[in-house]
């Protein structure tokens, strides 16, 4: 049988692609019946694509031998780009694609050290990098390595763009790290990338949006019921939930984001299951819309009575500070309880919603703010020339 240091040491001598895969051929033919002579054959042919395939077959062979496994892949992970020009785009796909298979087990550590390897030795600009990174997003969430791949994902926008991704195969990543953070029970990075996946289809026909329709349902009831967030707005720019209109999810979002508790009751009352049906708590999303009641309430008075609070949440006044308490929890607002006259005065409250008329007052803000700025400057200038002229 060969050993680890045969392929250990073909990375230092340099041998043809034929040799290395004649090695290869007498090693895995060494653990498995018939690779000797199919492989020597298609050598004999120089079918070095051929070769290569038949080697990549007996990964499963090859992973039922820690010691060498390796090695071996790391040679095979080299010869995807030496087999030949014509045949580089295949064989790292379907290389990169045996690695990450659902039929090998084990090994997962040293077939993502592989496929690393892989990844580094392509061109920055290679789109064979994107075939590659797919395929370790993929292992990573089979073989429970998810943490490998978190500190990488904040660049993932900039590298589809260097690796000419098309739409179809952004979604596709989007896609399959979202699949994969969520089935590693990362839910809040599972719905970033969610979203970006929505995003991208902003500005398509119906069809299209019809198409990712559970998804958006999936969005938005994250968003209801489990954020630790209460900044919704992203969701209403998407094409993809705009579609969802007319139907009691989306009622509830409305309700949520123009802080109208019985509006949401109402939606619930349409669909009391819709939560439950996508797996979130409709409880969840029921204190989550007291709470963005209260913090509305908040944002427009300097105080309130327990009694104002009770009733627009629809609790026991009895039951009012401990959500007055949970408001201020979740950094919507800033208030001090007077018990006594049992009252909050408000210092200070996140806005809940935003009209078309907060953003005039916003945007008048920013003209004044502009001016004054300009001005200053202005009285600076000419404090400079008389400095200069004096």
Known sequence: RGSLILFTMSAFIPLSVKEQLAELVAFLGSLSEGV????????????????FRLLVAQLPVLFKHEKSAEGVLNSLARLTQQVGADNVDSLVSEYAQALASKDSTTHGDVR??????????????????????????????????????????DQLDRWLGVWSASLAEQRTLYRAVHEALKAANLAAPAQQYLIKLLRTYNGCPAADLQSVEADSLAALAYALAARTDFNLFVLAKLDAIAQLKGKPLYAAFEAFVSADYTAYLAAVKQDPK??????????????????????????????????????????????????????????????????????????????SKFTGQDWESLKTTLLDWQTNIASVQQTLDQVKLRVSQS
């Open 274 to 351: 819709m939560f439950e049906s996508l797996g979130f708590s409709e409880s969840a999303a029921n204190r989550r819309v007291r709470l963005m009641v209260l913090a509305n309430m908040c944002s427009q008075q300097s105080e309130l009575s327990f009694a104002d609070i009770a009733k627009a949440i629809e609790v026991d006044e009895a039951d009012v500070e401990p959500w007055i308490i949970d408001v201020v929890r979740a950094d919507l607002v800033e208030a001090k309880v007077d018990e006594l006259e049992k009252k909050v005065i408000i210092v200070r409250a996140t806005q």
């Open 112 to 153: 993502m050290r592989s496929l690393a390897n892989l990844f580094n030795s392509l061109d920055a600009a290679s789109h064979n990098r994107y075939v590659v990174y797919t395929q370790i997003v993929h292992l990573a969430a089979i073989s429970g390595q998810m943490a490998l791949i978190l500190p990488q994902l």
């Open 36 to 51: 000797s002579a199919k492989g020597s054959a298609l050598l004999d042919s120089d079918d070095f694509a051929g070769a």
